[in-house]
């Protein structure tokens, strides 16, 4: 088989990159519904509800399980690779979002005060997620993988 319809016909990555996918558009659908906005902007933004690196390595995850079976190596390697980047979601990139909005409202008080001269770009503050972002997220990876491996 080469390599190209090697990587077409890999259920594990696409189950992955359209869990991802799905999650995203999620994203843009529950602000239409709560905010009543439509933003497919948000679709290409880390950060909000759910959270698509779960929803990714989720199914990832799962796919492995369902196939590899849980007492493979493999899927001890995605397994750890998944908690990493949920943790990161929920520590390390969480943090960053709130210290950035820390940071826009401190240059928001110097700009009423410096005025002149002073015009930083606000930083970004949606970088990661809370818990329930992330848990959502997950849910749909492990819901996708189970209709790609188990029932399509």
């Not at 319809?5 to 659908?29: D, H, P, Y």
């Amino acid at each position: 088989m080469n390599s190209i319809a090697e990587l077409l016909s890999n259920r594990w990555l696409w189950t992955a990159v359209f869990s991802s996918t799905g999650a995203q558009i999620v994203k843009v659908l529950l602000i239409l519904l709560f905010e009543r906005r439509w933003r497919p902007e948000k679709a290409l933004e880390t950060g909000g509800m759910p959270s698509s690196h779960s929803a990714m390595v989720s199914a990832l995850t799962t796919g492995v399980a369902l196939t590899e079976g849980l007492g493979s190596p493999l899927f001890a390697v995605v397994t750890t690779f998944a908690l990493i980047v949920m943790y990161d979601a929920t520590g390390v990139r969480h943090s960053s979002g709130q210290q950035a909005r820390l940071i826009n409202e401190l240059v928001a008080e110097l700009r009423a005060v410096v005025r002149e001269g002073f015009a930083p770009k606000p930083l970004k503050v949606l970088l990661g997620h809370t818990y329930l972002e992330v848990l959502v997220g997950g849910i749909i990876g492990v819901v996708a993988a189970f209709l790609a491996f188990r029932w399509l």
